[in-house]
T-cell receptor, first 113, second 111 residues
Framework: NAGVTQTPKFRVLKTGQSMTLLCAQD?????MYWYRQDPGMGLRLIHY???????AKGEVPDGYNVSRLKKQNFLLGLESAAPSQTSVYFC????????????FGQGTRLTVV | GEDVEQSLFLSVREGDSSVINCTYT??????LYWYKQEPGAGLQLLTY?????DMKQDQRLTVLLNKKDKHLSLRIADTQTGDSAIYFC???????????FGKGTKLSVKP
């Protein structure tokens, strides 16, 4: 049971380049999330999804887009990367019930130069 | 917006108890959580407490909830060097139960 898998684990982008981060979960979870973690800022919610085909904005959505075409996958896109998007990105998933555990991926370390 | 507040650092000696404190703002939060993050890793759920409970104990971990003051604490008894990590407090928000995290408390355990 792989849980939540993020790819890639590391990436360096030049300003203006685009990329897509992939999150895959094999637990049949309805809810999926993308967070970014910055020093001294904790985790901030970028976008989330409550089911296949649905997405919603979180606390810091600007500069990112997401898609949930399949229940098991949640993609995070950067159309034109900026240095301010240098961060560690975490994907998480959980079931529908409020007391269920959210499972996190291992993170993607993105550097934009 | 809603905010979850934690102190950023805590240093204790091995064998002592650690107490990590957290304040939250949404009185309607149903569940409150403690997550642990080890270096270079994702977050792992340590424990959670339902909002109608005052205390929950799980082996070396004790969670206390003061709903009136919106204060949550995590006590780790007999702290070990392996407990060194960042500990995040989180509350669930809204009908979807999105997790809102504090900035994390870095626990350092000295031998």
């Amino acid at each position: 049971n792989a849980g939540v898998t993020q790819t890639p684990k590391f990436r360096v982008l030049k300003t203006g380049q685009s990329m897509t981060l992939l999150c895959a979960q094999d637990m049949n979870h309805e809810y999926m999330y993308w967070y970014r973690q910055d020093p001294g800022m904790g985790l901030r919610l970028i976008h989330y999804s409550v089911g296949e085909g649905t997405t919603a904005k979180g606390e810091v959505p600007d500069g990112y887009n997401v898609s949930r075409l399949k229940k098991q996958n949640f993609l995070l896109g950067l159309e034109s990367a900026a240095p301010s998007q240098t961060s560690v990105y975490f994907c998480a998933s959980r079931g529908r019930l409020m007391n269920t555990e959210a499972f996190f991926g291992q993170g993607t370390r993105l550097t934009v130069v | 917006g809603e905010d979850v507040e934690q102190s950023l650092f805590l240093s204790v000696r091995e064998g002592d108890s650690s107490v990590i404190n957290c304040t939250y703002t949404d009185s309607s939060s149903t569940y409150l959580y403690w997550y642990k993050q080890e270096p270079g890793a994702g977050l792992q759920l340590l424990t959670y407490i339902f909002s109608n409970m005052d205390m929950k104990q799980d082996q070396r971990l004790t969670v206390l909830l003061n709903k009136k003051d919106k204060h949550l604490s995590l006590r780790i008894a007999d702290t070990q060097t392996g407990d060194s990590a960042i500990y995040f407090c989180a509350e669930s928000m809204g009908s979807q139960g999105n997790l809102i995290f504090g900035k994390g408390t870095k626990l350092s355990v000295k031998p």
